[in-house]
T-cell receptor, first 117, second 106 residues
Framework: EAGVAQSPRYKIIEKRQSVAFWCNPI?????LYWYQQILGQGPKLLIQ????????DSQLPKDRFSAERLKGVDSTLKIQPAKLEDSAVYLC???????????????FGQGTRLTVV | GIQVEQSPPDLILQEGANSTLRCNFS?????LQWFHQNPWGQLINLFY???GTKQNGRLSATTVATERYSLLYISSSQTTDSGVYFC????????FGKGTRLSVIA
């Protein structure tokens, strides 16, 4: 079974530039998450989708971050304009969870390491 | 929201030693997972264990949901066990602790 795929693996941009990350979840997984992990900290949720609807985006800095999950499969996360403090690893995860079912196991991609200079 | 605390924050072991990592969570949850983050940043699933005990080789985990804690046991540690271990708990979505950084020295 293929895992969660993310690209690119690494990205270096200058502040005020824009950047986009792509995620392809495990086939059949209804729930998709984007997490931000700053060096030395645990991952922090940015946004959660169920199918193509947003479940939780309360911690997404909406003035500069946006995310979409068209057709309930692939997802993209965009930052525009980037700031120095956005330097982090961006992790995508997916799980089977559907509807009102209890949480099921989440699986993570390899992440995209973003450096803003 | 739910709070997740892990201890100890750092742990240094001699190869072959055993260790116990602890995860406390502030509310009842229906999902608890343990991950190992390798030096390349990949989060590797170790256990999905909202309650009970599971074992996988040298690793085992126990979650006591009524007392809101989980333990990860590593026996006969190897240098390849080094890295950061995260506990994550949820009703939805996963909330991570700050991790335990384990260094196993030969």
């Amino acid at each position: 079974e293929a895992g969660v795929a993310q690209s690119p693996r690494y990205k270096i941009i200058e502040k005020r530039q824009s950047v986009a990350f792509w995620c392809n979840p495990i086939s059949g997984h209804a729930t998709l998450y984007w997490y931000q992990q700053i060096l030395g900290q645990g991952p922090k949720l940015l946004i959660q989708f169920q199918n193509n609807g947003v479940v939780d985006d309360s911690q997404l800095p909406k003035d500069r971050f946006s995310a979409e999950r068209l057709k309930g499969v692939d997802s993209t996360l965009k930052i525009q304009p980037a700031k120095l403090e956005d330097s982090a690893v961006y992790l995508c995860a997916s799980s089977l969870r559907t509807g009102g079912a209890p949480n099921t196991e989440a699986f993570f991609g390899q992440g995209t390491r973003l450096t803003v200079v | 929201g739910i709070q997740v605390e892990q201890s100890p924050p750092d742990l240094i072991l001699q190869e072959g030693a055993n260790s116990t990592l602890r995860c406390n969570f502030s509310d009842s949850v229906n999902n608890l997972q343990w991950f190992h983050q390798n030096p390349w940043g990949q989060l590797i699933n170790l256990f999905y264990i909202p309650s009970g005990t599971k074992q996988n080789g040298r690793l085992s985990a126990t979650t006591v949901a009524t007392e809101r804690y989980s333990l990860l046991y590593i026996s006969s540690s190897q240098t390849t066990d080094s890295g950061v271990y995260f506990c994550a708990a949820a009703n939805t979505p996963l909330v991570f602790g700050k991790g335990t950084r384990l260094s196993v020295i030969a």
